[in-house]
Each structure stands twice: as C-alpha cells, then as structure tokens.
Antibody
Framework: QLQVQESGPGLVKPSETLSLTCTVS??????????WGWIRQPPGQGLEWIAI???????YYSPSLKSRVAISVDTPKNQISLSLHSVTATDTAVYHC????????????WGRGTLVTVSS | QSALTQPASVSGSPGQSITISCTGT?????????VSWYQQYSGKAPKLIIY???NRPSGVSDRFSGSKSGNTASLTISGLQAEDEADYYC??????????FGGGTKLTVL
C-alpha cells in the first residue's frame, strides 16, 4: 500500500531555513501520472498549497511563496524535499506531503504531516 | 494569493442535507472543472471526497455530491450522520498553474 511520510526538525529559528523530506513507500515516485508536493496548515487555519514536482524535475510553485521555496526530487531514494528560506513565525504550520494527479489538480494521497514551529 | 471563500461553519441534524459553498473567481472555479473537496478530522490528514467538480473516489459514500455554477462550487452531504462532523475544504486549479484552497468549513452535526 502506497504511503507517504514526512520528516524533519520540529523547531526552526527565525530567519533560518526550514528543510523537510517526504519518503514514499510501497510504490515508485517515478510515475508519469503524478506530481508530488507540499501543502501546509497553520494551527487552527486552512490549507495552503506550496509547490509540486514531477519525477523528471518539473516544478510549479505558489506565487506567494516562490521567492523563498525550493522543491527537489531524489528518485533513487523515492523522496522529495522542501526548503523554505528566511522563515518567520507565520511559517509555523503542519506541513503535509501529498500526491497530485496530473492534469486534474487534486490530491489523492496525503501524509499525516509534520509540525514545524518557528521560534527562537 | 487569496483563498477561495467558504462559510466558516454549517450545521445540520442527522438525516438532513447540508450544502457548503466555495466561491472563487474566473481565474479558478469559474474557468476550470478542477474543483475538489477534502474532509479532515481534527489532527488527521485531509481525505479526498470529490474531484473534478462531481466525481467521487472509490469508497466514498454517495451521500457526498459536488456541483458548480459560475464561480461557485458546492458540496452537498445528504442523510447527515454523526461521523460527517469534520472540517471540509474546497480546492481549485488557478491560472497560471497553481492550486488554491478554501478557508475551510466546520460541519457540526446537531
């Protein structure tokens, strides 16, 4: 059964870089039908789309976060990674990894998410 | 980027039907038939319940249905059950190649 699992530090200092990894198990990340991406959810708030990437490195970014975000893929390890630079307290959120269906723009498989707190 | 507009909360009694609206613009909901809906229980990952405006994934109850008119999409839950109490989010493709979510609606089953 295909699963995704997020990992990374739970605490990041302001102005530093948040780095997260998503590991896909039970299947291959190298699918022509899917993108893999990140969505975040600040405590008690709604969902925000961050970025997606395909196995071949094709990427799309949220216009509001594009200047601070980088997403990458490591197909041998079946992983995708997220880097968010110059973080502030407003970046505190649960970060979910998810699979997006190409050409249909919905997420059919989600990880439970990992809470990242930005604080000194 | 501004989120799609959803009511903050809706409520209904068991057996009733409720509808949650999701209002966007001509840059997203009004142009693309790529509206999806997610159900989220507290502390859990979101679950896809509707995709491409009206389609249900395998295993999702047929009590959930979706529709769209103009810039507004809607999720209807019929035969409301206690287990439907959760947060619901809409989502749409937005020009130029991005995804936008709604602010979320908390459903309370009375």
């Amino acid at each position: 059964q295909l699963q995704v699992q997020e990992s990374g530090p739970g605490l990041v200092k302001p102005s530093e870089t948040l780095s997260l990894t998503c590991t896909v198990s039970g299947g291959s990340i190298s699918s022509t039908e899917h993108y893999w991406g990140w969505i975040r959810q600040p405590p008690g708030q709604g969902l925000e789309w961050i970025a997606i990437i395909r196995y071949n490195g094709q990427t799309y970014y949220s216009p509001s976060l594009k200047s601070r975000v980088a997403i990458s893929v490591d197909t041998p390890k079946n992983q995708i990674s997220l880097s968010l630079h110059s973080v502030t307290a407003t970046d505190t959120a649960v970060y979910h990894c998810a699979r997006q269906i190409d050409y249909h723009w919905y997420f059919d498989l989600w990880g439970r998410g990992t809470l990242v707190t930005v604080s000194s | 980027q501004s989120a799609l507009t959803q009511p903050a909360s809706v409520s209904g009694s068991p057996g009733q039907s409720i509808t949650i609206s999701c209002t966007g613009t001509t840059s997203d909901v009004g142009t693309y038939n790529y509206v999806s809906w997610y159900q989220q229980y507290s502390g859990k990952a979101p679950k896809l319940i509707i995709y491409d405006v009206t389609n249900r994934p395998s295993g999702v109850s047929d009590r959930f249905s979706g529709s769209k008119s103009g810039n507004t999409a809607s999720l209807t839950i019929s035969g409301l059950q206690a287990e439907d109490e959760a947060d619901y989010y809409c989502s749409s493709m937005r020009s130029f190649i991005s995804v936008v979510f709604g602010g979320g609606t908390k459903l309370t089953v009375l």
